[in-house]
């Protein structure tokens, strides 16, 4: 077996009590089937490590993209890692990152990205489908997601899968928290409408389909465009979709 690290792209924090080759243990539960595509395999496991924590950890074999940087590929999670660190720079909450690493193992490109748990957080989709807030509270949440998307958009940045399973909530204080997760698609766009109109096309009628009255998602398109996105699909919030997520 031979594989060489690339060390440009490494993002570390040490945790005590746990060497950084840990995280390429195929160890821990699956949190969904692994997606198998791209010429390779990605998949994500839950991980507890005691007197540690609990950890999410996204393992990629051969499961590439290719761009003019890397035209013969490299793995998604490279490109995930890059969106966390930009969300962070304008302001926007993602899972804390606790170690990213790259290789080239037997001929194809190994990727580890590891998240801490988001203890306390629910997600968009589960609080909604579970009534779990009165109509004031659901409120603040939606406007404080909408201040999240906006800030993301006037920075030019798309999310790329934007639905409410992929947003968590902590709703534990006066003022909620919003926090993106699954940001492999996320790319920066040349306008702002360029990077609002693709995530709002796939937000607003999910929401629309989770019980979020029509007029809260008109009053969304409206904002953004007072605040000079010029927003063109007049069917962004016109219906919901048949699923929810």
Same mark, same amino acid.
């Given at each position: 077996?031979?594989?060489?690290?690339?060390?440009?792209?490494?993002?570390?924090?040490?945790?005590?009590?746990?060497?950084?080759?840990?995280?390429?243990?195929?160890?821990?539960?699956?949190?969904?089937?692994?997606?198998?595509?791209?010429?390779?395999?990605?998949?994500?496991?839950?991980?507890?490590?005691?007197?540690?924590?609990?950890?999410?950890?996204?393992?990629?074999?051969?499961?590439?993209?290719?761009?003019?940087?890397?035209?013969?590929?490299?793995?998604?999670?490279?490109?995930?890692?890059?969106?966390?660190?930009?969300?962070?720079?304008?302001?926007? *909450?993602? %899972?804390? !990152?606790? #170690?990213?690493?790259?290789?080239? /193992?037997?001929?194809?490109? $190994? &990727?580890?990205?590891?998240?801490?748990?988001?203890?306390?957080?629910?997600?968009?989709?589960?609080?909604?489908?579970?009534?779990?807030?009165?109509?004031?509270?659901?409120?603040?949440?939606?406007?404080?997601?909408?201040?999240?998307?906006?800030?993301?958009?006037?920075?030019?940045?798309?999310?790329?899968?934007?639905?409410?399973?992929?947003?968590?909530?902590?709703?534990?204080?006066?003022?909620?928290?919003?926090?993106?997760?699954?940001?492999?698609?996320?790319?920066?766009?040349?306008?702002?409408?360029?990077? *609002?109109? %693709?995530? !709002?096309? #796939?937000?607003?009628?999910?929401? /629309?389909?989770?019980?979020? $009255? &029509?007029?809260?998602?008109?009053?969304?398109?409206?904002?953004?465009?007072?605040?000079?996105?010029?927003?063109?699909?007049?069917?962004?919030?016109?219906?919901?979709?048949?699923?929810?997520?």
């Amino acid at each position: 077996m031979r594989y060489a690290h690339d060390s440009r792209w490494q993002d570390r924090k040490m945790i005590e009590g746990v060497p950084g080759e840990t995280w390429w243990e195929d160890v821990g539960d699956l949190v969904e089937p692994a997606n198998e595509g791209r010429g390779g395999m990605s998949c994500v496991k839950r991980r507890v490590i005691d007197g540690v924590g609990t950890f999410y950890v996204k393992r990629q074999r051969g499961y590439s993209y290719r761009s003019l940087r890397h035209p013969f590929g490299r793995p998604t999670a490279l490109r995930e890692m890059f969106a966390m660190r930009a969300f962070r720079r304008i302001g926007i *909450a993602t %899972p804390e !990152l606790v #170690h990213f690493d790259l290789r080239h /193992r037997d001929g194809a490109w $190994e &990727a580890v990205l590891v998240t801490r748990a988001l203890d306390g957080f629910i997600s968009l989709q589960d609080g909604l489908l579970a009534a779990r807030w009165r109509h004031e509270r659901k409120e603040r949440i939606l406007r404080a997601l909408v201040d999240a998307t906006e800030t993301l958009h006037r920075a030019r940045r798309r999310h790329g899968h934007l639905y409410p399973k992929e947003i968590f909530i902590d709703d534990r204080h006066a003022e909620p928290r919003v926090c993106f997760l699954d940001l492999e698609l996320s790319r920066r766009q040349w306008s702002m409408r360029a990077a *609002a109109e %693709p995530d !709002l096309r #796939h937000l607003l009628p999910s929401l /629309r389909n989770l019980g979020v $009255e &029509a007029a809260f998602c008109r009053d969304i398109v409206e904002r953004y465009r007072r605040s000079g996105i010029a927003l063109r699909d007049e069917r962004i919030a016109a219906r919901p979709r048949q699923r929810a997520y």
